[in-house]
């Protein structure tokens, strides 16, 4: 049996940000999961790996990409 961790990220907040950030994942191979709601959008990653270091370093990358994003949003 193979071991298998699991690390979710979530937002929400403004449409256009969201939007955003969207693109941004899914241009490093994520596939967020994504909803509209009064706020604006709400989104969700789920990262999956059999090696619990890879996994940190995936959940890593993902988050300096959405945080450069955002940064570059409110600019």
């Known amino acids: 049996m193979t071991e298998q961790h699991e690390m979710e990220v ?3 907040g403004d449409s256009s940000l969201g939007e955003a950030l ?25 990262i999956v790996d059999e090696d619990l270091q890879s996994l940190r370093d995936r959940v890593d990358e993902l988050l300096v990409i959405l945080s450069a994003l955002e940064e570059a949003h409110q600019g």
């Open 22 to 46: 969207i693109a941004g994942a899914k241009e490093h191979g994520h596939e967020p999961s994504s909803q509209a709601t009064e706020a604006g959008v709400e989104f969700v990653i789920t």
């Open 10 to 12: 979530q937002w929400s």
